[in-house]
T-cell receptor
Framework: KAGVTQTPRYLIKTRGQQVTLSCSPI?????VSWYQQTPGQGLQFLFE???????NKGNFPGRFSGRQFSNSRSEMNVSTLELGDSALYLC???????????FGSGTRLTVV | AQSVTQLDSQVPVFEEAPVELRCNYS??????LFWYVQYPNQGLQLLLK??????LVKGINGFEAEFNKSQTSFHLRKPSVHISDTAEYFC?????????????FGAGTILRVKS
């Protein structure tokens, strides 16, 4: 059974650019969540998508957005990148809610 | 809102010694708790979870945790660690919202196993 796949693994972008990250969940999982991990702030929840609808959102500016497709694959987009957006972005999928979340290997974004 | 406190930022221990990584959570009616491990440049791997039932939970790689409602704790233990257990460990709790759930993580504990 394939795990959660995140692409790309590494990205280097320039301030002011935008970036799109991709996440393919485990087959049959309809919930996809995104988290940002930084040394200073730790692991913070960005948003969750379920059946193509954003169901929950963390405290991040509007520059951070996402979407989910009918096959449950999800993308997150960050516009007008800032140096502080440099982080490991992790995607997690679950069947529904509380049972448990499976994480991907993450995308390491560096903004220069 | 839920919160999680991991009481130690780093825990050094010698190989084959026992270890306990401490985690306290904010009290709630229903609590769902998790421990994840993260190796360098990797994502999070689930070690174990408590959803209900027995308060002693066994996980992968010989780890176990005990849910203590009166102490609001969920400490992770291993009786004998290996060099390969060196990693960062995160305790997490589900925060249930009106429209969906999310994981709230502690700050993490770096376990350093020395030979």
């Amino acid at each position: 059974k394939a795990g959660v796949t995140q692409t790309p693994r590494y990205l280097i972008k320039t301030r002011g650019q935008q970036v799109t990250l991709s996440c393919s969940p485990i087959s049959g999982h309809r919930s996809v969540s995104w988290y940002q991990q930084t040394p200073g702030q730790g692991l913070q929840f960005l948003f969750e998508y379920f059946s193509e609808t954003q169901r929950n959102k963390g405290n991040f500016p509007g520059r951070f957005s996402g979407r989910q497709f009918s096959n449950s694959r999800s993308e997150m987009n960050v516009s007008t990148l800032e140096l502080g957006d440099s982080a490991l972005y992790l995607c997690a999928s679950s069947i529904e809610g509380i049972g448990g979340y499976t994480f991907g290997s993450g995308t390491r974004l560096t903004v220069v | 809102a839920q919160s999680v406190t991991q009481l130690d930022s780093q825990v050094p221990v010698f190989e084959e010694a026992p270890v306990e990584l401490r985690c306290n959570y904010s009290s709630s009616v229903s609590v769902y708790l998790f421990w994840y491990v993260q190796y360098p440049n990797q994502g999070l791997q689930l070690l174990l979870k408590y959803l209900s039932g027995s308060t002693l939970v066994k996980g992968i790689n010989g780890f176990e945790a005990e849910f203590n409602k009166s102490q609001t704790s969920f400490h992770l233990r291993k009786p004998s660690v290996h060099i390969s257990d060196t990693a960062e460990y995160f305790c997490a709790v589900i925060e249930a919202g009106e429209y969906g759930n999310k994981l709230v993580f502690g700050a993490g504990t770096i376990l350093r196993v020395k030979s």
